[in-house]
C-alpha cells in the first residue's frame, strides 16, 4: 500500500517570496491534516480536512497560510508571502476517517522542509 | 483539551526496558490515549493506543492506570534503533481530530 506521498521535500525561497507544499494521502484516506513542525518541537495542527470540507483549521495564520483540498483527494498548502519564523518541516498526514471502528491513526508522509532566508 | 505532559529526555542503555510516563490531568471521557514516534527527517509514527488497563502490541506496551490521568510507554529490551522522540497524545478518535502533539520525549539508547 502506498503511503502519504509529499513534495517538495526540500524547498528554499527568500522572505517575502511564495511556496505551495502538495500532498496525496492513503487511498480511501477522508480525513487529511497539514503539521507545522519547527526544528526541536514537536508537530503543531495547522488544518485538518474532512473529505473536501475544513474540520479544524484554527492554528492557521490565515493572512499568510491557505489549504485546499478541492476533490476530497490530495491537498495544497500555500504561504504567501513567507516569514523567516516560517521555516519548519510541513507535514501531511491521512486517516481512515470517522467511525468507531477507526482507531484514528495518523499516516505521516516524510514532510517537505522549507527554508526561509 | 487534554494537555500532555512528558519527560523531555531519557537515556538508557542497549538492552534494557525503558518506560515514558505521560500525565494527562485533564482527560475526557471519550479520550484515548496514543503513542507516536518520530525519528530525525521522518514524519511521526503510530506505535500503540490504548484507553484503559493494559495494551500490548509487538513494539511495545501501554499502560493506563484507572483514572487515567497518566499513562506509560514501556519499550522493552531497546535497541540503538529506538533512539527517536516518543509523543503521547490524548484525544477522540472516532472523530478523527483533535489530536495535538506536545514536545514530545527525546530517548537516546546507549551503546
Known amino acids: 500500500e502506498a503511503g502519504v506521498a509529499q513534495s517538495p521535500r526540500y524547498k528554499i525561497i527568500e522572505k517575502r517570496q511564495s511556496v505551495a507544499f502538495w500532498c496525496n494521502p492513503i487511498?480511501?484516506?477522508?480525513?487529511l491534516y497539514w503539521y507545522q513542525q519547527i526544528l526541536g518541537q514537536g508537530p503543531k495542527l495547522l488544518i485538518q480536512?474532512?473529505?473536501?470540507?475544513?474540520?479544524?483549521d484554527s492554528q492557521l495564520p490565515k493572512d499568510r497560510f491557505s489549504a485546499e483540498r478541492l476533490k476530497g483527494v490530495d491537498s495544497t498548502l500555500k504561504i504567501q508571502p513567507a516569514k523567516l519564523e516560517d521555516s519548519a518541516v510541513y507535514l501531511c498526514?491521512?486517516?481512515?476517517?470517522?467511525?468507531?471502528?477507526?482507531?484514528?491513526?495518523?499516516?505521516f508522509g516524510e514532510g517537505s522542509r522549507l527554508t526561509v532566508l | 483539551l487534554a494537555k500532555t505532559t512528558q519527560p523531555i529526555s531519557m537515556d538508557s542503555y542497549e538492552g534494557q526496558e525503558v518506560n515514558i510516563t505521560c500525565s494527562h490531568n485533564?482527560?475526557?471521557?471519550?479520550?484515548?490515549i496514543t503513542w507516536y514516534q518520530q525519528f530525525p527527517s521522518q514524519g511521526p509514527r503510530f506505535i500503540i493506543q490504548?484507553?484503559?488497563t493494559k495494551v500490548t502490541n509487538e513494539v511495545a506496551s501501554l499502560f493506563i492506570p484507572a483514572d487515567r490521568k497518566s499513562s506509560t510507554l514501556s519499550l522493552p529490551r531497546v535497541s540503538l534503533s529506538d533512539t527517536a522522540v516518543y509523543y503521547c497524545?490524548?484525544?477522540?478518535?472516532?472523530?478523527?481530530?483533535?489530536?495535538?502533539f506536545g514536545t514530545g520525549t527525546s530517548l537516546t539508547v546507549i551503546p
Open positions: 498526514a491521512s486517516s481512515p476517517g470517522t467511525g468507531d471502528s477507526s482507531s484514528g491513526e495518523l499516516f
Open positions: 497524545l490524548v484525544g477522540v478518535r472516532w472523530t478523527g481530530n483533535q489530536f495535538y
Open positions: 485533564n482527560i475526557a471521557t471519550n479520550d484515548y
Open positions: 480536512f474532512q473529505n473536501n470540507g475544513v474540520v479544524d
Open positions: 490504548g484507553y484503559k
Open positions: 487511498s480511501g484516506h477522508a480525513t
